[in-house]
């Protein structure tokens, strides 16, 4: 009786060690999961921020550089509109005015039609700086919630496991 006692008490030993032996590597399993989850959303955290940041500077520069070209705009018109009136920008009276005036045949008014001109190429600038914040600001939406996702999953991810 003793010695089937003691097979018994042996093989319940046996059994519950190798058991041991197989949680231990699987909690080893689990601890170099969670390190590598959290390895990845440090790097994942510093990525965004370089991401965060180019992208706000972007959209920052596409919005100045936009009232920028609309001052351009604005400057470019005026001087148009006032050089197609009939406004002469030669002075009356004097010989120094009466020799240009023959010299010039009409006052410089800019090439305004030519292939849309100055002011077409500025709208076209104007429109790609828009374009420009457009795309970047979207970009930053879907990076920031792809982040958050990425973040959320992996916490969760990181509390089952422990």
Same mark, same amino acid.
């Given at each position: ?49 370089? +991401? ?17 070209? +609309? ?7 005026? /001087? ?40 077409? /190429? ?6 790609? /700086? ?33």
């Amino acid at each position: 009786i003793k010695q089937s006692e003691v097979e018994e008490l042996t093989a319940s030993i046996e059994k519950r060690s190798s058991e041991s032996a197989r949680l231990a590597d699987e909690l080893a399993e689990l601890s170099d999961a969670m390190a590598k989850l959290k390895k990845e959303q440090a790097e994942a955290t510093a990525i965004r921020e370089k +991401e965060k940041a180019t992208n706000t500077q972007v959209i920052a520069d596409a919005k100045a550089a936009q009232v920028a070209v +609309e001052r351009a705009t604005k400057v470019l018109k005026e /001087f148009y509109a006032k050089a197609s009136g009939d406004a002469s920008l030669l002075q009356s009276g004097g010989q120094l005015s009466d020799q240009m005036a023959m010299a010039a045949h009409a006052p410089y008014k800019g090439m305004q039609a030519e292939n849309g001109g100055i002011v077409g /190429f500025l709208e076209v600038v104007l429109s790609d /700086f828009a374009r420009l914040e457009a795309e970047t600001t979207s970009a930053e939406d879907a990076a920031a919630s792809e982040y958050e996702k990425f973040m959320d999953e992996a916490t969760e991810d990181i509390a089952v496991k422990t």
